[in-house]
């Protein structure tokens, strides 16, 4: 099946400073990327939609300046914590399909410990 | 939007036994239902999916049926084994526009030796 890599796996930070992580399409182009933010024993929350040449598309109550998201190439996907904070803690999780209508591939997970 | 309801929460089953976990969907335009599990901290792995056009879909143990009249589609696993411990997730997607995925709540099922 398709690969999705997700850089770093964990990452501990600082209140108050920016992390940025990576998602990777391996062997496939992905128009489209779908960031996930899943708390301790709770389900997998869409947080944006990002779109490769154009803006990110927010969900509701996710702040786009807080989480900045960069779809800069057909294969790469970034999404970055500004100022995080301890209530950021948590395990985010990229996602892409191949092709339209596809199996939605999911990346290893980033877990963000800010202190 | 998609708003996707999972129950049981939590289901301990006795090893060799069936389980079935249930799910329900508003949008009448999903048409795309996917099954997925999840380890303690690892990616979510499909493990069936099933489109609207079809009703049941089965895979060696697992099978997921599908009601769009109801709106409902349900997964279940036969002859379970230690391994199937896990978190399952249902989704559903309405394959047109952003091809948005929903998640239902999670199922923490337990496999009882």
């Known amino acids: 099946g398709a690969v999705v890599s997700q850089h770093p796996s964990w990452v501990i930070c600082k209140s108050g400073t920016s992390v940025k992580i990576e998602c990777r399409s391996l062997?496939?182009?992905?128009?489209?990327m779908f960031w996930y933010r899943q708390f301790p024993k709770q389900s997998l929350m869409l947080m944006a939609t990002?779109?490769?040449?154009?803006?990110?598309?927010?969900e509701q109550g996710v702040e786009k300046d807080k989480f900045l998201i960069n779809h800069a190439s057909l294969t790469l996907s970034t999404l970055t914590v500004t100022s995080a904070h301890p209530e950021d803690s948590s395990f985010y999780i990229c996602?892409?399909?191949?092709?339209?209508?596809?199996?939605?591939?999911f990346g290893e997970g980033s877990r963000l410990t800010v202190l | 939007g998609e708003n996707v309801e999972q129950h049981p929460s939590t289901l301990s089953v006795q090893e060799g036994d069936s389980a079935v976990i249930k799910c329900t969907y508003s949008?009448?335009?999903?048409?795309?239902f996917p099954w997925y599990k999840q380890e303690l901290g690892k990616r979510p792995q499909l493990i069936i999916d099933?489109?609207?056009?079809?009703g049941e879909k089965k895979d060696q143990r697992i099978a997921v049926t599908l009601n769009k009249t109801a709106k409902h589609f349900s997964l279940h696993i036969t002859e379970t084994q230690p391994e199937d411990s896990a978190v399952y997730f249902c989704?559903?997607?309405?394959?047109?526009?952003?091809?948005?995925?929903?998640f239902g709540t999670g199922t923490r099922l337990t496999i009882i030796p």
């Open positions: 949008d009448s335009a999903s048409n795309y």
């Open positions: 990002s779109n490769e040449g154009s803006k990110a598309t927010y």
């Open positions: 099933i489109r609207s056009n079809v």
């Open positions: 989704a559903a997607r309405a394959d047109f526009g952003n091809e948005k995925l929903t």
């Open positions: 062997d496939f182009q992905a128009t489209t």
């Open positions: 996602s892409a399909s191949r092709g339209f209508a596809g199996e939605l591939f």
